[in-house]
């Protein structure tokens, strides 16, 4: 007979695995299909969730978040866009709830090969980018890669997970499988173009090269890192434009907190609050910065809460696993410029959810 906890442990791998390559190629609609899976497993893996009992600090905030984003979406001018999200994001509550669900419900799994799922996830969906870019027709994000996640910038952001767990497990093994892995994924996030993905990427390698003291041949390979990064994105990264554009958008959502500073205008509402010079050509759907974009959608007591759970899952896992840690912080940091979408949404969740099981010792080796 099938051992139930094995069954939700491929269950889980499967979904890890395959829910960044999937996406609905008849409308252009990348984030539907995506969506509709978080919806199911996080429904199936929480409903077969653990008994262990919840850290208070775990329970509260995520009793808050849902509070709070539930207020936000009744409130909002639009009920059903707030809840479900549009066809194009479906970054409604619906989603954050479907999260949070799969925090407190992802099974028991060996943490080695946790992170041999990240990394297999990262190069394909990395190949899949490529591929994809090779026989696009049209030239969208100025030539940068988005593949099956839909924008170059939430790829950029998923990588700058998978690559670090790559680029941890070859520094530990050196293992020319994972070297391998850590090229095509290095390869695929240069071509994303995403800034804050690459530095966020390499902080926080140093800092765990420095940290764990490796040696200086170690040190020096990743020290050369930052300049050939340079050599790639050197437009991008002194493209005043992009730098003037953002502190606009920044300083329009804090004028749009201001006015409703407590449940915000409901997720995926920022296009109706933000304004934009008429000098700005596109349509400003996100704030592109984590925190601000919450603000902006749910308001200031739901960032707040969100940023205690941010802080406290950083805690628990550099306590208890740091290579867990450090992959959490270069998701946080290349999130500090950009927006979440729904792969970077169950990163972040499953980080959450490691990080609820580690603090009552039940994930610990």
């Not at 030239?139 to 593949?147: A, D, Q, T, V």
């Not at 839909?150 to 020319?176: C, S």
């Not at 493209?239 to 004028?255: D, V, W």
Request: aromatic content about 14%.
């Amino acid at each position: 007979m099938l051992d139930s906890k094995k069954l939700q442990s491929a269950l889980f791998s499967c979904f890890l695995v395959l829910t960044p390559l999937l996406f609905n190629p008849l409308d252009g609609s990348v984030e539907r299909v995506k969506f509709i899976v978080l919806c199911i497993f996080s429904l199936i893996f929480y409903l077969l969730k653990r008994t262990d009992k919840i850290n208070e600090i775990f329970k509260w905030t995520i009793v808050l978040l849902i509070f709070f984003g539930f207020i936000s979406t009744i409130l909002s001018q639009d009920i059903y866009l707030a809840f479900w999200g549009s066809p194009e994001r479906c970054f409604g509550f619906a989603a954050f709830l479907s999260a949070m669900m799969l925090a407190l419900g992802i099974p028991k799994i060996d943490y080695k090969s946790l992170i041999n799922f990240f990394i297999v996830s990262g190069t394909l969906s990395t190949l899949a980018a490529i591929i994809l870019g090779i026989f696009s027709q049209d030239s969208l994000f100025e030539g940068r890669i988005s593949g099956t996640l839909g924008n170059p910038n939430l790829l950029g952001q998923f990588l700058a997970v998978t690559l670090f767990f790559g680029i941890y497990r070859f520094i530990e093994k050196r293992n020319k499988i994972d070297l391998i892995h850590v090229l095509i994924q290095a390869f695929g996030l240069l071509l994303s173009g995403n800034r804050a993905s690459i530095f966020a990427l390499i902080l926080v390698t140093i800092i765990y090269v420095i940290h764990t003291k490796k040696s200086w041949k170690v040190i020096s390979l990743f020290a050369i890192l930052p300049i050939i990064s340079l050599f790639f994105i050197s437009d991008r990264i002194f493209a005043g434009q992009s730098i003037l554009t953002r502190i606009e958008i920044y300083s329009s959502a804090i004028k749009a907190i201001i006015k409703t500073p407590f449940f915000g205008s409901g997720f995926e509402h920022v296009q109706n609050v933000l304004m934009l010079p008429s000098s700005y050509t596109m349509i400003a759907d996100r704030v592109h910065q984590l925190f601000l974009d919450f603000a902006v959608m749910a308001g200031i007591p739901f960032t707040i809460t969100l940023i205690v759970l941010s802080v406290f899952t950083l805690i628990v896992l550099f306590k208890k696993q740091p290579v867990f840690g450090f992959a959490f912080l270069a998701l946080l940091l290349s999130l500090q410029v950009g927006f979440m979408g729904i792969v970077n949404l169950i990163q972040f969740s499953i980080f959450v959810g490691l990080a609820i099981g580690l603090s009552h010792t039940r994930f610990s080796r």
